[in-house]
Structure formats: C-alpha cells, structure tokens
C-alpha cells in the first residue's frame, strides 16, 4: 500500500459529537484526498433510555446534518445506551465493533482516550483496543487516540500520566469548516469559558499548532502503526 492511495478510516465516536470535538479537521483531510471515512457512534439517546421524543428527534436531526456535512462513507450506530457503557458487559461492545471493522476492512482507527473522565469513553477505548488484534482484525494499520475537550482535560486519576500527543495533523485549512459543523451539535455548545465552546476549541487547535509548527492542529498519541 502507497501513503497515496484511499484509506479507510473508522472514527469511533462514544457520543455524537466526540468525533468533531476530537478529530474533526482530521475527518475533512480523510474525505478531501479521497478516503472512506466511516462515523461509528457507540452510545444512543431513546424514549426507552428515559430521553423525550423531542430529544431523540433533536438528536437524530443532528447526527444526519453531520453526517451530510462530513460527507461520510458510512455511519454505524451501534445503539448502547448513553452514559451507562460501564454496565455493559465488554464482549457486546467488542462484538458489536468488531463487526464494523471487520465490515468495513478498517485500516485507520480513531478512538477516544482511555483516562478520559467520561466512564463511557474508557469503555469504547477498551473495546477498540481488542479490535485492534492483529491476528484477529488484520486490516487495522493504525490506531490513534485523540483528545475530548471537556472529558480529556477532566481526568484527574493519579495514575493516568496525562494525554502525550506524539501525532500532529495540520488543519490549519478545515477549522473554520470543524468549527462549523461542531455548531450543529447546539445542545452540547457553551459560551466561553465552557470547555465545549468556538473560542475553547479554537485555542485548543492554535495551541497544538504552535507545537507542530503550523497555524492549527488536532493532536493525537499514535497507539499503533504497522507500515
């Protein structure tokens, strides 16, 4: 394989809107040169789950304004209930991922990291990492964890030793479209200094730029790279 040709990429996102917080300027890059980019969304908001009616339509309006935006290959939902993954036991998870990479012969995997302070976030870390099993998963070349505002920078356990990007992507040309897309997401937005905020996530972006050298960056611990 050629660093040129199509990839297929697998966004794991525990809830909507992780995977534009976390990767969203990386997304458009994928879809701009041409990869498949599929948005795998772990977690649901249903009227059994307690939510009303006009918040499950609320959200699914969302998920598919998005999913237009981004121009995805494919958007799999694998319908755990929100906010509760901690309860589920860890072979549905895997088994429901699985199925997804397998499906899609997933090369690139993006997932959340693992000391998160949202419990369902270290679940759907924990899954994707036994689907990144060589022997079992053989398509899966790399596997990147990427940072949650509001969840990453809350993990206060004291033998996490912190979110270390060693993976810096350039997205100096799709932020304002990251920024724009994150506004569909308006039931998870807040004015400054909330962390889930435009000016948050754009200093955040600055930031990892002047640490790579570039006007803005979305940051990453590179997990896994067979090439």
């Given at each position: 394989?050629h660093?040129?040709?199509?990839q297929?990429v697998?966004?794991?996102a525990?809830?909507?809107?992780?995977?534009?917080l976390?990767c969203g300027?990386?997304v458009?890059?994928?879809?701009?040169?041409g990869?498949?980019v599929?948005?795998?969304?772990?977690?649901?908001?249903?009227t059994?789950?307690?939510?009303?009616e006009e918040?499950?339509?609320?959200?699914?309006?969302?998920?598919?304004?998005?999913?237009?935006?981004y121009g995805?290959?494919?958007?799999?939902r694998?319908d755990?209930?929100?906010?509760?993954?901690?309860?589920?036991?860890?072979?549905d998870?895997?088994?429901?991922?699985?199925?997804v990479v397998?499906?899609?012969?997933?090369?690139i995997?993006?997932?959340?990291y693992r000391?998160?302070?949202?419990?369902?976030?270290?679940?759907?870390f924990d899954?994707?990492?036994?689907?990144?099993k060589?022997?079992?998963?053989?398509?899966?070349?790399?596997v990147r964890?990427?940072?949650?505002?509001?969840e990453?920078?809350?993990g206060?356990r004291?033998?996490?030793?912190?979110f270390?990007?060693?993976?810096?992507?350039?997205?100096?040309?799709?932020?304002?479209?990251?920024?724009?897309?994150m506004?569909?997401?308006?039931?998870?937005?807040?004015p400054?200094?909330?962390?889930?905020?435009?000016?948050a996530?754009?200093?955040?972006a600055?930031?990892?730029?002047s640490?790579?050298?570039v006007?803005?960056?979305?940051a990453?611990m590179?997990?896994?790279e067979?090439?």
């Amino acid at each position: 394989m050629h660093a040129s040709d199509p990839q297929t990429v697998l966004v794991v996102a525990p809830h909507p809107d992780d995977e534009t917080l976390g990767c969203g300027g990386t997304v458009l890059r994928h879809v701009q040169r041409g990869d498949r980019v599929h948005w795998v969304i772990v977690t649901a908001v249903k009227t059994s789950h307690g939510f009303s009616e006009e918040r499950v339509r609320s959200r699914d309006a969302e998920i598919d304004a998005v999913a237009r935006a981004y121009g995805f290959a494919g958007v799999h939902r694998l319908d755990f209930p929100t906010m509760t993954l901690d309860t589920v036991p860890k072979g549905d998870l895997v088994g429901a991922l699985g199925r997804v990479v397998k499906e899609t012969s997933a090369q690139i995997l993006y997932v959340p990291y693992r000391n998160d302070a949202h419990t369902d976030h270290a679940a759907v870390f924990d899954a994707a990492a036994a689907c990144a099993k060589t022997f079992r998963y053989p398509s899966v070349r790399s596997v990147r964890a990427y940072e949650t505002l509001s969840e990453t920078e809350f993990g206060i356990r004291p033998d996490d030793p912190g979110f270390r990007p060693n993976l810096f992507i350039d997205i100096a040309d799709q932020l304002d479209k990251k920024l724009e897309i994150m506004g569909i997401f308006a039931s998870e937005l807040g004015p400054f200094p909330f962390p889930r905020s435009e000016v948050a996530l754009r200093a955040l972006a600055q930031l990892r730029g002047s640490q790579s050298g570039v006007m803005a960056a979305e940051a990453f611990m590179l997990l896994k790279e067979i090439q």
